[in-house]
């Protein structure tokens, strides 16, 4: 008897914790390794809401994913864009402010409405020509006549020199010379 009421019932799958899997190519792909850690969290956000059929159909708002993520809006929006530029999501359908309606999503990795996955990270390369990391430098050493300070330099004559010192643009009281 103790048998029987340990055993489930046929067909039923008992409920465990769900998980997120990626795959060893994509966590080591040039895309991956190239996505800043904003990006990664939001990705994984959205990962997490896919459960076996709903790819195309998984719901992230900016507004909700600042909130979850502790990240602001800008930061969001600038990690979807760099998912979506570097092919590991797609946006199936555009949110609008109107109607407060989110924006709908699908992962590549998995495959929407029984296609097969685009797997689209695996197309992207890292551009082959790097920008300078140069920082604009300021002050004397790199050129001496244009120095941080030069704006104050033309601004001179009117808080006094040498020649005309600063209380000489002291407003006048009223009355004359005399009554001072």
């Known amino acids: 008897m103790a048998y029987r009421a340990r055993r489930g019932r046929k067909g039923v799958r008992e ?4 998980y997120a899997p990626l795959s060893y190519p994509m ?3 040039p895309a991956w390794r190239s996505l800043r850690g904003s990006s990664t969290k939001v990705f994984l956000e959205l990962r997490t809401r896919f459960h076996g059929h709903n790819n ?3 719901i992230l708002s900016v507004e909700e994913a600042a909130r979850l993520l502790n990240m602001g809006k800008a930061t969001v929006l ?3 864009g760099e998912l979506v530029e570097k092919g590991f ?3 199936t359908r555009k ?4 109607g ?3 924006s709908t999503w699908a992962v590549t990795d998995k495959g929407v409405d029984g296609n097969p996955p685009t797997n689209a990270w ?3 390369k890292r551009d082959t020509v790097l920008k300078p990391n140069r920082k604009i430098k300021r002050g004397s050493r790199t050129e001496p006549s244009h120095c941080a300070t030069d704006r104050f330099q033309d601004r001179a004559p009117l808080y006094g020199s040498a020649a005309e010192p600063v209380g000489s643009l002291v407003a006048r009281g009223i009355g004359s010379d005399a009554d001072r």
């Open 78 to 80: 600038a990690a979807l």
């Open 122 to 124: 695996k197309q992207w």
């Open 100 to 102: 407060r309606l989110a």
């Open 89 to 91: 999501i797609v946006c």
């Open 15 to 18: 409920k465990g914790e769900q």
């Open 95 to 98: 949110g609008q402010w109107y």
């Open 56 to 58: 195309g159909k998984l």
């Open 27 to 29: 966590l080591h792909s």
